[in-house]
């Protein structure tokens, strides 16, 4: 299960980008401890992947600030487009006692 570490100290998720080279590969996003307790994931639109219906399934964040994508990554058969290709996604945080939220863009390679 790839995991994909979000820290929005730094803006940054590692890895970028995210190469994902199986079907139905879940994927896993942290926010990074390094980043210290007083973040969590925007109540509303925590993850927003720029995809195609079908491809990503977002879990809502769970008590342990996880969340769970389900990447279908499907191999093109003759005559059906596959699921290949680069997807750009939308990470966003809010930390404690602020309002404004925290956004970083990063990347999802589907091979």
């Known amino acids: 299960m790839p995991n994909v570490k979000v820290n929005p100290v730094t803006k940054l998720c590692r890895p970028d980008p995210l190469t994902i ?3 139905n590969a879940t994927i ?3 926010i990074d ?3 210290g307790n007083d973040w ?3 109540p509303t639109d925590p ?3 720029d995809a195609p219906d079908g491809i990503f399934t977002i879990a809502a964040p ?3 600030k996880l969340i769970l994508v389900q990447d279908r990554n499907r ?3 003759p005559g059906v487009p596959g699921d290949q290709g680069t997807f750009k996604y939308t990470a966003i945080l809010i930390k404690a006692g602020t309002t404004t ?3 970083i863009d990063p990347a999802i390679q589907n091979q």
């Open 75 to 77: 191999r093109p058969e």
């Open 21 to 23: 080279p199986n079907e």
């Open 33 to 35: 401890p390094a980043a």
């Open 101 to 103: 939220p925290v956004i």
């Open 47 to 49: 993850l927003i992947i």
């Open 40 to 42: 969590s994931w925007n």
């Open 28 to 30: 896993t996003f942290i």
């Open 62 to 64: 769970n008590p342990q």
